[in-house]
Every structure is written in C-alpha cells, then in structure tokens.
C-alpha cells in the first residue's frame, strides 16, 4: 500500500457550496491527480505531509448515491479482512473524532478497489472534516499492512455525498432543516404516477404519514433564479403517505 493522498475541494464564499466541498472529499491510495490549487487553500492545510496533493471532486453519480449502506466484502478473506480493519480504526478513534460510521463498504475484486464512505452521525451534512478523513485513511493504511493486506490495495475514503441518499423514515429528522429531492408514488387523474419534488421535511404525525413544505430552492422557483416563493407557497403543508415514498436525496441548491 503506498501513501495516502489527500484531496480536499477549492475554496468558495458559498456556504452551501462550502457544505459540498466537504462532502466531496476524498482521500485515496495508489491514486495520482494533478490540479491548480489556490494560494489560500494550500494554506488550510500546511500539514500536509511531503506528496499529498490538493483536488476537487465536482459531484457524485447517481450510481454512488443507490449503493448508500451497502456492506460488501465479495466473500473475500482480503475484502473481510479490510472491512475488519476499517471498523477497528472507527472504534480506535471515536474519542477524538465523535461518532462516525460506515456509510458504505464495497469492494472491487478485479481492482483490488476498497471504496470507503463515512458518515459523521453530529455534522450537519453527515460529512467527516478533512482531517477526520485523513486520520482514519493513515490508520487504516497502517493497520492492513499490519495485517498482511494484498500489496496491489488501493483504498478510496470519502464522505456521503453532497446528495447523499436519506434512509425513510429513520434519518428525515435529522435532516429536516436541509433541502431534499423526494422521489414518490401520487396518483393522478386515477391513475399513479411517479413524481419529484424538492421539499423540507416537517414531521412524522403517525408511523404512515410524512408532511413537507416546499423548499425555497431555484429548482422551486418559477424562472429558475433568484426570486423566492411566497410565503404562502412555501408554508402550504404536503401530506405524503411514508409508504409511497420511493426515494429521498440531499438536494444541493447551487
């Protein structure tokens, strides 16, 4: 296994896109980039070590975001090995980094890929800071060697996502203040359809029910730009039954 190398994204006054550049972070072995990198932004982070670069990830496919929760090792001794490794590093430092968990673990045999997503449980976004990234990717470098991982290894850490997919019920409260795309079964016009919508959720009244609002987002807004609903619009209440609903991402207003 060689070096990690670490990757934050550029640096922006926006602080949605602020919140993205978080969630794009990535921190690789066995992988080399090259970009233009700020003056300020390699200030943020001196401590780099000798090798580590700087790089920005632009988004995240829709691919990534269904394979949220997934735990897949293949059956491989090395892929169960690292998954292993991967939930004692979490555990050897939770003191100092709060409560993270493994958002997905996959594995690629024919690359001898490990694909890492954490999601830190108190962040607003579910994303880990850089430095958080870069000290569970150390350790756990470390502890595969230690444990006589294949040398052809390469591990991929990253956070959730900007869109990161939400689990329904279970994590709408904890999101509940942020945009999301909410993907659901409605019937229309007597026959059901598939719609989307970019709403904020407001609550759960019974364990079959889930009530929205409209989210001020340009996605929302008539001419796409930059005149807000009215008031009106955004605080009519959408009642959805928990049941019909298919799918449910972050949304990212940018």
Not at 70 to 97: F, H, M, P, Y
């Amino acid at each position: 296994l060689r070096l990690l190398k670490i990757y934050p994204g550029t640096s922006s006054s926006s602080a949605q896109y602020l919140a993205f550049r978080a969630a794009s972070t990535r921190v690789s072995a066995n992988k080399k980039e090259e970009t233009e990198v700020d003056d300020d932004e390699i200030n943020d982070f001196e401590d780099l070590e000798e090798g580590e670069e700087i790089w920005d990830e632009d988004s995240q496919d829709e691919e990534d975001t269904d394979n949220a929760w997934k735990i897949e090792t293949c059956e491989l001794k090395w892929g169960e090995r690292a998954l292993d490794c991967a939930r004692q590093v979490l555990a050897e430092i939770k003191e100092e980094t709060g409560d993270i968990e493994l958002y997905s673990f996959r594995i690629s045999p024919a690359s001898f890929k490990v694909d890492i997503r954490l999601d830190k449980l108190d962040d607003q976004f579910g994303s880990p800071s850089v430095d958080h990234l870069t000290k569970f990717s150390r350790l756990l470098n470390t502890r595969l060697e230690e444990n006589g991982a294949p040398e052809e290894i390469w591990v991929n850490v990253s956070t959730p996502g900007a869109e990161r997919r939400i689990r329904v019920p279970e994590e709408l409260l904890r999101f509940q203040n942020l945009p999301m795309k909410l993907k659901y079964s409605a019937e229309e016009k007597g026959e059901e359809e598939t719609q989307v919508k970019y709403l904020t959720f407001t609550g759960l009244p019974d364990a079959d029910t889930s009530t929205w609002h409209l989210a001020d987002v340009r996605a929302n807004r008539p001419d796409g730009k930059g005149r807000k609903l009215s008031k009106k619009k955004l605080e009519a209440e959408i009642v959805i039954p928990v049941a019909n609903i298919k799918k449910v991402n972050l949304h990212l207003d940018i």
